[in-house]
């Protein structure tokens, strides 16, 4: 599981403290400016003081151990006078990798403020495309543009990835990568290798695509070292920008799935926050280099430090966004959500508060320096506080304001740590009680921290927890709550929670799992953090589902077959980690849509379409933010600040209790639902129970209501092969191509069978709050069934203007009875599913007396996004018709306003009006495109005398008939007789005609619709 574990992962080091610093009361000053997690590394003058020292970030060919540290100055050029190799420079500060000798030198700088040591960053699909809306992007419905994070780049700073991954290939083409740059910083380079050129990122090893296609095309076999041990990282890539070719029908596909990715590789499940701070300054140049938007994921944390944005990592983040458009950071909220670590005091002038922990029984670990709980206070303002540590056994260390000292006692060594902040001014209070004697483990029993104000005016503080696992056991914190709880607190990065998107799942060692306790599902998750922030700003900003996610498995990291899928490509995981790359991919869409875009004006785009629901509770809030993401409100408005979108989950069924119902051939099976806007189905959510033993199809219908049990069948039935249904889960399907409209207020049903003789479809029902929506039909019709099917309808708003029209084609035009031929009808070849793939709508059946499909586009601006796309029939005089043959004013799915009209045939060259005209949902006039005068460009074919046409002879459709019309697809239609693209007169015959009489006398043409 991933939710960030309280106890400490192996190869972890524990927090350093600082020694007493009594004995040299001379260097004081040098001593304040240097986080006291170093002083270890540079005192001399009492050895057995010395706490830990944090560990060494790398080490020189000579032996010298480096340091990373963020420095606090304003002059990075004095540091590079000293020797101190400079990476990422801020406006604030610098971050260095120095040896001890030059940590000394900096802290007794007059340019330097503070040397800090950071704080240690820990870790912090299938159905999420469902529950954002992204299916819809993908599909086309924004814009009628199919959005995939194509030409943004996503860059992962996590624990690596598997680079080998199918997921992370270019689907056409397995040899191929879609990871630009790897930068492991936890490699030295080897012969053949080097660190990154960009300034800041000069150590660690840097791979290349070319290095990686040399891997996965065999000609480089070994070259890259880099790998993802932990497999936090490569779960993290797959959500945020996995293609899920790993699976049929790209089951866990994430949600920029065409996005470019850079991953830094920064530590294999805990990260120092110079490496951290570098990476996002390794993106910053990478995206600038390549001309491209980035978004940036860092699904990392720290329960310590101030919780008020003003941590190096937060100023980084900030600047970094600030820096330039297209840039934005989306962060975890972190993992603390259900575990007490957080209170907060008001002492009184002269007065005190007394906080008590509670160590319990445990095994302490073998050696020094292993077993220890640490606390940190935050006090706004610099107003004096003082500290005293109380044992079990009664010994105690006192500390007042503005000093620091060590002890070792019989129940423990003692620290703590009493200043004024150099990062943001206020108090900051700092208590370890460890092993710092292998034989003096910290006692069990109740530990006891007075805080004392000296001072005439009341002061208030919050403090953390923010380590707390002696020997796999945890140390509870006395009136502990979990608020200010969040892991990250810049101003300008999405901080996103995570709330439950199942309970269950399948494994791929056939075990139907789920979690135990009471089922949250669509509840927020217990672990996800709460706001707001220390200083009062309202985060985190919204939640996304990051609860039993499933995503792609690194082949080098070890889990459980119980949490492996099907197919064992994919593993299920937890923690405001895996909430955050669907954020990370929603924001790359919106890059995608508008690369320019401020992280202000992607926030606010993704903040101001999230939505809320029954758990949520009015926005905003400390725990959902402004609510659940929901990537197509924000794409939809993104693209159209005066639309107004909508999409709904019908939800009747509740979490009390369940039934699993095992849908025979015989039996069919159907959910009333009564949807709150007027639109279509999108798709349906369908939760099975753990038997799914159909070998054939299962189909959905939606169906009219009559008196309460399905009426007739609206369009056409969906199919969703027996194998692509996961059992024991949600499973998503999409309705893509089932454009029917439905009203607000109406019922309607979805209905499910399957024709598996003598097997089963497994359903998941409740059977404890029962609505009565749902129907069974055993075969002499429809019964009320006494519990409730988990089938959940997703509903699309779909606003409609009407458009009238005429035109006409040049090849099948009749100059002789001034109409188009309707031969195509006449031999049958009409196929009742439209060509054009921007409205692959379906007709029930070819009406007589039309010529063939055609497409009815609208656009606000010629140059302009299509904003929307339906297939019609064109009849022989020239009107165009809906899918009924008859009716004349066509609905068309836009608001109303004012548009220019477009017609396309698939082998003629479209055309467009030349002016926008008004669309309301109350009538239309009729536009004729054979007026020459009327459309853009005035170029269109000259069909008799005053009448004018679509070009024929664009057999490819691409809006220019060119040689390759005639080459790819005459030559090789020529002689068929049927529905073919070079047919160009739509005769049903591809004929040297078509050739000589249109293509011939068109080529080089081009359509004038930009």
């Not at 670590?341 to 509670?358: N, P």
């Not at 998107?501 to 399948?506: A, D, L, N």
């Not at 409730?788 to 009875?817: K, M, W």
Request: with cysteine.
């Amino acid at each position: 599981m991933d939710s960030k574990k309280i106890h400490r992962l192996a190869g972890i080091l524990f927090l350093a403290l600082a020694a007493t610093l009594s004995a040299a009361q001379s260097d004081s000053g040098f001593f304040r400016k240097l986080d006291p997690r170093f002083h270890a590394l540079v005192r001399t003058d009492a050895p057995a003081l010395h706490p830990r020292a944090i560990r060494p970030a790398a080490t020189d060919r000579d032996g010298a151990l480096r340091y990373g540290a963020i420095v606090y100055t304003r002059e990075p050029g004095a540091l590079r006078t000293m020797g101190v190799p400079v990476h990422s420079v801020f406006g604030e500060f610098v971050t260095v990798r120095a040896t001890a000798d030059q940590l000394t030198r900096m802290a007794r700088s007059a340019s330097v403020r503070y040397v800090d040591a950071g704080e240690i960053q820990y870790p912090m699909n299938d159905v999420t495309t469902g529950l954002t809306g992204a299916d819809l992007i993908h599909a086309g419905r924004v814009n009628q543009t199919v959005y995939t994070g194509e030409n943004v780049l996503i860059c992962i700073i996590d624990t690596g990835i598997d680079w080998s991954h199918p997921d992370f290939r270019d689907p056409d083409d397995p040899f191929k990568s879609r990871i630009l740059f790897i930068w492991d910083q936890t490699l030295t380079p080897v012969s053949g290798e080097n660190s990154p050129s960009e300034s800041g990122a000069g150590y660690g090893v840097e791979y290349t695509r070319a290095h990686i296609e040399g891997e996965l095309d065999g000609t480089a076999s070994g070259f890259v070292r880099q790998r993802d041990y932990h497999g936090h990282g490569t779960h993290i890539a797959g959500t945020a920008a996995g293609n899920g070719a790993s699976t049929a029908g790209a089951r866990y596909r994430g949600l920029a799935h065409r996005a470019g990715l850079i991953v830094v590789k920064a530590g294999n499940g805990s990260f120092l926050e110079t490496d951290v701070v570098n990476a996002l300054s390794y993106a910053s140049q990478k995206a600038e280099a390549l001309s491209r938007p980035v978004v940036v994921n860092m699904s990392l944390g720290s329960d310590a430090g101030p919780h008020d944005g003003t941590g190096a990592k937060s100023t980084a983040i900030d600047e970094f966004s600030l820096s330039g458009n297209g840039r934005v950071v989306v962060v975890s909220a972190g993992n603390s959500g259900a575990e007490n670590i957080h209170l907060s005091r008001s002492v009184a002038a002269g007065g005190y508060a007394d906080i008590f922990f509670t160590v319990p029984s445990y095994t302490p670990e073998s050696g020094a320096n292993n077993d220890d709980f640490d606390f940190e206070i935050w006090a706004d303002g610099g107003a004096a506080l003082n500290a005293r540590m109380t044992s079990p056994g009664g010994e105690s260390v006192t500390q007042n304001a503005d000093g620091a000292k060590m002890n070792h006692t019989e129940d423990g060594t003692i620290y703590l740590y009493n200043y004024i902040s150099a990062i943001n001014g206020d108090r900051q209070i700092r208590v370890s009680v460890y092993d710092g004697i292998a034989s003096v483990p910290p006692a069990s029993g109740t530990w006891t921290l007075r805080i004392s104000n000296p001072t005439a005016a009341t002061v208030s503080f919050h403090a953390w927890l923010y380590d707390r696992i002696l020997g796999g056991e945890t140390v509870i914190l006395g009136g502990g709550d979990s608020d200010y709880t969040l892991g990250n607190s810049a101003a300008e990065a999405l901080i996103v929670g995570s709330h439950v998107s199942r309970w269950r799942w399948h494994s791929d060692s056939g075990s139907n799992m789920s979690y135990s306790g009471t089922d949250r599902s669509d509840d927020i998750s217990e672990f996800s953090s709460i706001g707001p922030t220390r200083d009062g700003r309202q985060k985190p900003d919204v939640t996304a589902a990051g609860q039993a996610i499933g995503s792609s498995l690194s082949s080098d990291a070890t889990f459980a077959t119980s949490w492996i899928l099907p197919g064992g490509w994919h593993v299920i995981n937890q923690g405001t980690s895996m909430s955050a790359p669907v954020v990370s991919g929603a924001a790359a869409l919106l890059l995608e849509l508008d690369p320019s875009a401020s992280s202000t004006r992607v926030r606010d785009w993704i903040t101001g379409n999230a939505v809320t629901d029954m758990h949520t509770g009015s926005a905003w809030n400390v725990r959902w933010g402004y609510g659940k993401l929901d990537v197509y409100l924000s794409l939809m408005k993104a693209a159209n600040p005066t639309a107004d979108p909508g999409r709904e989950i019908c939800v009747y069924d509740q979490w009390n209790n369940n039934y699993a119902y095992h849908l025979s051939a015989e039996t069919r099976a159907a959910l009333r639902f009564t949807p709150s806007l007027d639109g279509t189905v999108a798709g349906l959510f369908i939760h099975t129970s753990g038997t799914v033993s159909v070998t054939d199809s299962v189909r959905f219908e939606i169906w009219s209501d009559d008196a309460g049990n399905p009426g007739e069948k609206m369009g056409k039935t969906l199919s969703r092969a027996a194998e692509d249904m996961n059992p024991n889960t949600w499973n998503y399907i999409p309705f893509h191509v089932h454009r029917e409209r439905i009203s607000a207020g109406q019922h309607y049903h979805v209905v499910v069978y399957h024709n598996s003789s003598g097997n089963t479809l497994g359903l998941l029902m409740e059977n404890f709050h029962v609505s009565y929506r749902c129907k069974l039909d055993l075969g002499s019709g429809w019964l009320t069934h006494t519990y409730d099917f988990r089938i959940r309808p997703v509903i699309v708003q779909e606003t409609d203007v009407l458009v009238a029209a005429r035109g006409f084609l040049e090849g099948p035009y009749d100059p002789a009875i001034h109409e188009m031929r309707t031969t195509l009808f006449s031999d049958g070849v009409i196929p009742d599913v439209s060509p054009h793939p921007e409205d692959p709508r379906t007709a029930d059946a070819i009406p007589s007396g039309v010529v063939d499909w055609a497409l009815l586009q609208l656009r606000a601006a010629p140059e302009g996004p299509t904003l929307a796309s339906r297939s019609v029939f064109l009849r022989g005089d020239g009107r165009l018709v809906d899918t009924d043959g008859t009716t004349h004013e066509i609905p068309v799915s836009a608001p109303e306003g004012d548009y220019h009209l477009i017609l396309k045939h698939r082998n003629h060259l479209g055309v467009m009006s030349a002016s926008a005209r008004p669309l309301s949902a109350t009538g239309a006039s009729v536009f004729d495109f054979s007026v020459l005068s009327g459309l853009y460009g005035a170029s269109a074919c000259l069909l008799e005398p005053g009448v004018y046409g679509l070009f024929a002879g664009d057999a490819n459709g691409d809006g220019q008939i060119k040689v390759d019309d005639k080459n790819d697809y005459w030559w090789i239609e020529v002689g068929r007789a049927g529905y073919w693209s070079g047919d160009f007169n739509l005769d049903g015959q591809v004929k040297v005609d078509d050739k000589n009489d249109y293509w011939w006398k068109n080529v080089g043409r081009g359509s004038q619709v930009p």
